[in-house]
């Protein structure tokens, strides 16, 4: 997949990222939603980063460093995976519990992530490796976050 596809492709998972956060924080218990209602908000960031960077592509000015990420370490390429005992939920139910929720939600960020660190590897130009690797990052941070909840609510994953 070309890298401009492949910001495509983050914009709209992003979006979608997005809506799946700001539904499910209303369906949730307080303490989750604080959670699902911060993620919506990271991801509609990274909306506008990807945007940007498409659009200056778009333009002819090539790739740009994404300033307001300067503070997103490298990510751990070997920690981020989505733990083998956990059964992924492809779709969600009617009426989702917490745990429904986080496990597709960790099925997010891990697709967003192995999208990101894909495209990190294809990269070619310095600016385009360091906006990949803020952006993994980024979802490296969400995964954490989401099973952090997860471990905390319902024990490693069964």
Do not use: C
């Not at 997949?1 to 983050?10: A, V």
């Not at 908000?41 to 990274?46: S, V, Y």
């Not at 300067?70 to 139910?93: G, N, Q, R, T």
């Not at 917490?98 to 495209?119: P, Q, T």
């Amino acid at each position: 997949m070309e890298l401009k596809e492949t910001l495509k492709q983050g914009m709209k998972l992003e979006i979608d990222g997005r809506d799946f956060y700001r539904e499910i924080a209303g369906e949730v218990a307080p303490e989750a939603a604080e959670i699902f209602n911060r993620l919506a908000d990271d991801e509609i960031d990274h909306y506008h980063y990807i945007k940007r960077q498409y659009e200056a592509l778009e333009a002819g000015k090539g790739w740009s460093p994404i300033s307001e990420m300067d503070i997103v370490e490298e990510f751990d390429a070997v920690s981020v995976v989505f733990p083998p005992d956990l059964k992924k939920v492809e779709e969600l139910p009617d009426d989702p519990s917490e745990e429904d929720a986080l496990i597709f939600a960790l099925g997010v960020e891990d697709k967003l992530f192995r999208l990101y660190s894909n495209s990190l590897e294809r990269a070619e130009d310095p600016e385009a490796k360091q906006m990949f690797m803020q952006l993994a990052s980024a979802e490296q941070g969400h995964f954490n976050t989401l099973m952090q909840r997860y471990e905390s609510r319902f024990g490693y994953p069964r």
